[in-house]
């Protein structure tokens, strides 16, 4: 069995920033990949986005079977009821978990895992947004936040729409109906229990992340091999750094994983963590 990794704490959330450069090898990730996985994953016509593919849900099982304590290839999701109807299309989770939520996004060369006690939902868009993505979902924003958008000059209304597309995303992904059940509700300003957080992640990226419960205390944040990654079944993902940042409740932490994704990863095959 894995030696399981330290939980997160309830009030603390776990951020996890996963690099997928060009290039990068796959190397035995696929073979921790279940059988619904591996089918979605041959759907995929461009390799470099299904390398990605590959490596995104890979990292995801390696991290779910640190926390868990149990291999990556052991690891068994399954799709919560969805709160609007019923179905067996609501948000991912983990079985047996005991507690233990995650959420999983991926844009562009990299991947975004959060994980807490509590209900989340992640978000990741590169930056700048793609061309015509405004005009594409624009329309979906609830009024107020067209409004927001339209009293901004021109030259900053790209990136304060991308910001609010991911917190956007991030709850409905929190709350399990992502855009299926439309989108155009200011996010989080009509539901208490849910904090919205704006998550500094490196150059090239905006990032967000929801969580129900209010904000968290504590933010965690870590980045992730790809060549740990890669090793699939190996000793587990053996390049983490950890920084703890003590936040007060409902404040916006920002621009930390642009610091830990730029700091050396240790050797070594154990998890190492830094001091409180």
Not at 105 to 111: D, L, N, P, R
Not at 175 to 191: K, L, Q, R
Request: proline share 9%; charged share 20%; net charge positive.
């Amino acid at each position: 069995m894995t030696q399981p990794h330290g939980r997160p704490l309830p009030g603390e959330l776990h951020v996890w920033w996963l690099p997928v450069p060009p290039g990068t090898s796959s190397g035995r990730a696929r073979s921790v990949l279940d059988a619904a996985e591996t089918e979605r994953a041959g759907r995929v016509r461009r390799p470099e986005r299904r390398h990605r593919f590959v490596l995104a849900h890979a990292g995801l099982r390696l991290l779910c079977g640190r926390y868990l304590g149990t291999a990556p290839g052991e690891v068994a999701f399954e799709r919560a009821p969805c709160p609007h109807c019923g179905g067996g299309h609501g948000r991912p989770r983990l079985r047996d978990a005991g507690g233990l939520h995650f959420s999983m996004a991926h844009s562009g060369t990299a991947v975004l895992y959060a994980f807490s006690t509590a209900p989340v939902g992640v978000d990741l868009e590169a930056a700048p947004a793609r061309p015509g993505l405004e005009r594409t979902v624009g329309a979906w924003l609830h009024p107020g936040e067209r409004r927001q958008l339209h009293r901004l000059p021109q030259a900053e209304r790209p990136g304060a729409f991308l910001r609010l597309w991911v917190r956007k995303e991030a709850y409905l992904k929190g709350i399990g109906t992502g855009i299926a059940h439309g989108v155009n509700g200011p996010p989080g300003s009509y539901d208490d229990e849910w904090a919205l957080l704006d998550l500094g992640a490196p150059e090239g990226f905006v990032a967000a992340a929801a969580v129900r419960g209010g904000a968290p205390k504590t933010l965690r944040c870590s980045s992730l091999s790809p060549s740990a990654v890669a090793r699939g079944t190996g000793a587990g993902t053996g390049t983490a750094v950890w920084s703890s940042v003590r936040e007060a409740a409902g404040e916006v932490p920002r621009s930390l994983l642009a610091k830990v994704a730029s700091w050396p990863a240790p050797g070594g095959d154990g998890m190492e963590r830094t001091p409180n």
